[in-house]
């Protein structure tokens, strides 16, 4: 189908991939260009872009997956810690409009750097604003 999204095809077989996983309602393959050894993807078989259009069982499956794929990395690289990371929609930085959560097996020998630090301009070392914080806060826990 022409409006299909390539990880609906990768699912299908239509396309190959090199599989981890799979489980009720979702799918995990490797990385076709790996950040780090055994980075996978988990995608679910809706080929919907943003995690707020999967049903809470949808979105609870999915996590699923992402736990059975760390216990499987987990035992291959030989580490209990990941960088679990979802672009959620294109203006997050998303390739492919087809919800996946990048699974990043990080060792200690990797540098240690979290993806927030790699975020550009990160705020670090500033005095937390608690004025704005907390406008902010109010706002969001009313609507
Ligand atoms: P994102 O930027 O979060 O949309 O990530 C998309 C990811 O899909 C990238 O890390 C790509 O390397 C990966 N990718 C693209 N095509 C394939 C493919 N055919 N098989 C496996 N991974 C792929």
Redesign the pocket.
């Known amino acids: 189908m022409a409006d299909e999204t390539?990880f609906e095809r990768?699912i299908s077989g239509e396309?190959p991939?090199h599989g981890v996983a799979k489980g009720e309602g979702w799918y995990a393959?490797l990385?076709?260009?790996p950040r780090r050894p055994g980075h996978t993807?988990v995608v679910p078989h809706k080929g919907v872009s943003h995690l707020a259009k999967l049903s809470a069982n949808e979105a609870g499956c999915l996590i699923q997956g992402v736990q059975e794929v760390q216990r499987k990395l987990g035992i291959v690289f030989k580490t209990t810690d990941f960088s679990v990371v979802l672009?959620d929609g294109r203006l997050a930085?998303?390739?492919?409009p087809h919800v996946?959560f990048?699974v990043i097996p990080r060792n200690a020998d990797d540098g240690g750097k979290s993806m927030m630090a790699m975020w550009p301009n990160s705020p670090t070392g500033l005095s937390p604003d608690h004025a704005s914080l907390s406008n902010l806060s109010s706002k969001l826990m009313e609507v």
Do not use: K, M, T
């Not at 930085?93 to 492919?96: K, L, R």
């Open positions: 390539l990768i396309i991939s393959f990385d076709i260009n993807l672009h930085g998303q390739e492919v996946h990048h």
